[in-house]
């Protein structure tokens, strides 16, 4: 399965994430993004197992993101 990565101590908070992909993404109330639904595995580092047909939202995200703090494996 498709991996989405997100290194959220790096956030800054610009909210194009959760504009491109509001399904996965949401500004919370520390003004940085989440990725709903993931697994915190270390640290400030959140992943989440996506379907093959929900690559392409999160890679928008991942690929205009300015601080590249999300990736997709
Ligand atoms: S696009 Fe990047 S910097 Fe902007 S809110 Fe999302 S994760 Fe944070």
């Known amino acids: ?3 989405v990565v997100f290194n ?7 909210g194009v994430c959760s504009s491109l992909c509001p399904v996965f993404w ?5 003004n940085k ?6 697994n915190e595995v270390k ?12 690559v392409e939202c999160n890679r928008n995200a991942a ?3 300015p601080v590249n ?3 997709v494996e």
Not at 8 to 14: D, K, L, S
Not at 43 to 54: A, H, I, T
């Open 33 to 38: 993004s989440s990725l709903k639904d993931s």
């Open 8 to 14: 959220r101590m790096g956030c800054i908070g610009c």
């Open 63 to 65: 690929d205009s993101c």
């Open 43 to 54: 640290p400030g580092y959140y992943e989440l197992e996506v379907s093959p047909e929900d």
């Open 1 to 3: 399965m498709p991996k």
């Open 26 to 30: 949401q500004m919370s109330q520390d």
């Open 69 to 71: 703090v999300i990736s």
